[in-house]
């Protein structure tokens, strides 16, 4: 079975920058590819919302509160995606989620979640 793991979230001071990382793991000799990868995030007492995609071309966007401060990018040789984010604030605290667009072999789709990881701003 496909996982997604994400890594790096953590405590930092205003103004800090973190790196989180996600990978697919377990069963990736499932993967023929993955389009497009996601990082969202969810706040307490608030929806999920976007935070920045990025496709397997390399094309990305960013949700317009992280626009010049986060930036997204991936290794398809690693099946992994990132996300920088510098110029941290406190509003950017939240549980973060990579998603990602697989196509197996048999020509079927599936979305994947990964756990969350926990990024808190605060000094």
């Known amino acids: 079975q496909l996982q997604l793991v994400e890594s790096g979230g953590g405590l930092v001071q205003p103004g800090g920058s973190l790196r989180l990382s996600c990978t697919a793991s377990?069963?990736?000799?499932?993967?023929?590819?993955?389009?497009?990868m996601a990082w969202y995030r969810q706040a307490p007492g608030k929806q999920r919302e976007s935070v920045a995609a990025?496709?397997?071309?390399?094309?990305?966007n960013y949700a317009d509160s992280v626009s010049g401060r986060f930036t997204i990018s991936r290794d398809n040789a690693k099946n992994t995606v990132y996300l920088q984010m510098s110029s941290l604030k406190p509003e950017d605290t939240a549980v973060y989620y990579c998603?990602?667009?697989?196509?197996?072999?048999?020509?079927?789709?599936?979305?994947?979640w990964g756990q969350g990881t926990q990024v808190t701003v605060s000094s």
């Open positions: 377990g069963s990736t000799g499932s993967i023929f590819s993955i389009k497009t």
């Open positions: 990025i496709t397997s071309s390399g094309s990305t």
């Open positions: 998603n990602a667009d697989v196509v197996h072999y048999g020509g079927f789709s599936l979305a994947y």
